[in-house]
């Protein structure tokens, strides 16, 4: 069975700070690891998409790493911003746009 | 270039009653999947249409249904409501062929669902 899972589940940082946001996963075949993106009451805006066969993805001030062999990703976020803050999710796809999501973080990053 | 529209954004229904959601994916995009959000159980994965075949399916009982027009629009039912199917329900789009996979996926803003 698959499963996602997200820590830490709540975050809270001063502006300014360097975070990084855990997601494993138990079934290696997976086809791609997607982060979202979600503000409160809102639907989910995708982050970065990392394939299977890669390694890692960058966006910005953002910086996403997959190790299938391991279970893991991580999501890290340079030089965080207050409008970083919102719940940051991770999704593992096993079949045609099939994800299984972890439960999320929630960053709140300080003025 | 259009994002994932649902319709409608809100609603609010009484227990018994049945509902339909819809969702226009992105131009282009064949595949659509549905999820339910909620508190406890976090984001699930309904079902999934490509070419208006369903061609997944989540562990929801038979009251959840769906379908997929020739213009890859989809609309999910509810039938029977029950107090706890009150949630986010999510749609997303991708293009998604039969190969090869790693496509990303766009998810709408959701359809608030209240069952009261």
């Known amino acids: 069975k698959q499963e996602v899972t997200q820590i830490p589940a709540a975050l809270s940082v001063p502006e300014g700070e360097n975070l990084v946001l855990n997601c494993s996963f138990t079934d290696s075949a997976i086809y791609n690891l997607q982060w979202f993106r979600q503000d409160p009451g809102k639907g989910l805006t995708s982050l970065l998409l990392?394939?299977?066969?890669?390694r890692e993805q960058t966006s910005g001030r953002l910086n996403a790493s997959l190790d299938k062999s391991s279970g893991r990703s991580t999501l890290y976020i340079a030089a965080s911003q207050p409008g970083d803050s919102a719940t940051y999710l991770c999704?593992?796809?096993?079949?045609?746009?099939?994800?299984?999501f972890g439960s999320g973080t929630k960053l709140n990053v300080k003025p | 270039k259009a994002g994932v529209t649902q319709t409608p954004r809100y609603l609010i229904k009484t227990r018994g009653q049945q509902v339909t959601l819809s969702c226009s994916p992105i131009?282009?995009?064949?595949?659509v999947s549905w999820y339910q959000q909620t508190p406890g159980q976090g984001l699930q994965f309904l079902f999934e249409?490509?070419?208006?075949?369903?061609?997944n399916k989540g562990n929801f009982p038979g009251r959840f249904s769906g379908r997929q027009f020739s213009n890859s629009r989809s609309e999910m039912n509810v039938s029977t409501l029950e107090l706890g199917d009150s949630a986010l329900y999510l749609c997303?789009?991708?293009?998604?062929?039969?190969?090869?996979?790693?496509?990303?996926?766009?998810f709408g803003q959701g359809t608030r669902l209240t069952v009261v």
């Open positions: 999704a593992g796809e096993y079949n045609f746009n099939k994800f299984y």
């Open positions: 131009s282009g995009h064949r595949s």
């Open positions: 997303a789009s991708s293009l998604a062929q039969t190969t090869p996979r790693g496509t990303e996926a766009f």
């Open positions: 990392i394939q299977s066969s890669q």
């Open positions: 249409y490509f070419s208006e075949t369903q061609r």
